[in-house]
């Protein structure tokens, strides 16, 4: 059935460090691929996503593509702050002909000083 | 402009007792969707509407919960004889288009309530 699966936290990186965050999937057809961020106390927000194969979706530093072939869609970014200290869920709207979304279980990222 | 709202933010109710979660989408928004997201897991979804048609209800978890559009705009997710496992935060999440939007049009979530049933 459809699924998201992403790796599990916490993650707790330097400031500056590189970040990977790995997301695969399981779906009928090839839905769009999302990361939405939870920063504590707020609601989800759409952090970059991507409509189909070899895309790349980017946003405030943060990359992932779209990879067919590995049912792939892992999270970058070269140097993070303090500020990116968030839940990262990762989904794809492949969950019903309406393309309600499949969430994984999220990763708590901290990042310190 | 405004986004998606939800009220209360916060809700404790008494084993056994109805509630009644509001939503309002972003204005002029076609699809809302309804998510449970139990403390330390993703969102699950739990109904969808088109404009006020409920078009799929298959992720509601028993006859207890029950979802309404009226008019279109706002929607309202009530949960009968409330339990224990009822506890998480549920989200609200509208997009532009409809089905003829295709597999994967960003939604727009609102902040959640949580729900803690005692």
């Known amino acids: 059935g459809n699924s998201v699966t992403q790796m599990e936290g916490p993650v707790t990186l330097s400031e500056e460090a590189f970040l990977t965050i790995n997301c695969t999937y399981t779906?009928?057809?090839?839905?769009?691929l999302f990361w939405y961020v939870q920063y504590p106390g707020e609601g989800l927000q759409l952090l970059l996503k991507?409509?189909?194969?070899?895309d790349k979706g980017s946003n405030k530093g943060f990359e992932a593509t779209y990879r067919k072939e590995t049912t792939s869609f892992h999270l970058e970014k070269g140097s993070v702050q303090v500020s990116d200290s968030a839940v990262y869920f990762c989904?794809?709207?492949?969950?019903?002909?309406?393309?309600?979304?499949?969430f994984g279980k999220g990763t708590k990222l901290s990042v310190k000083p | 402009g405004a986004g998606v709202s939800q009220s209360p933010r916060y809700k404790v109710a008494k084993r056994g007792q109805d509630v009644a979660l509001r939503c309002d989408p972003i204005?002029?928004?076609?699809?809302l969707f309804w998510y449970q997201q139990a403390l330390g897991q993703g969102p699950e979804f739990l109904t969808y509407?088109?404009?006020?048609?409920?078009?799929?209800k298959s992720g509601l978890p028993s006859d207890r919960f029950f979802a309404e559009r009226p008019e279109g705009s706002v929607s309202t997710l009530k949960i009968q004889r409330t339990q224990q496992e009822d506890s998480a935060v549920y989200l609200c999440?509208?997009?532009?288009?409809?089905?003829?939007?295709?597999?994967?049009?960003?939604?727009?979530f609102g902040p959640g309530t949580r729900l803690t049933v005692l």
């Open positions: 779906a009928t057809g090839y839905p769009s």
């Open positions: 509407f088109q404009n006020e048609a409920q078009l799929d």
């Open positions: 999440a509208s997009s532009p288009w409809g089905l003829a939007g295709g597999l994967g049009d960003t939604q727009y």
């Open positions: 204005s002029g928004h076609v699809s």
């Open positions: 989904a794809h709207g492949g969950g019903g002909s309406q393309g309600n979304l499949i």
């Open positions: 991507a409509t189909k194969a070899d």
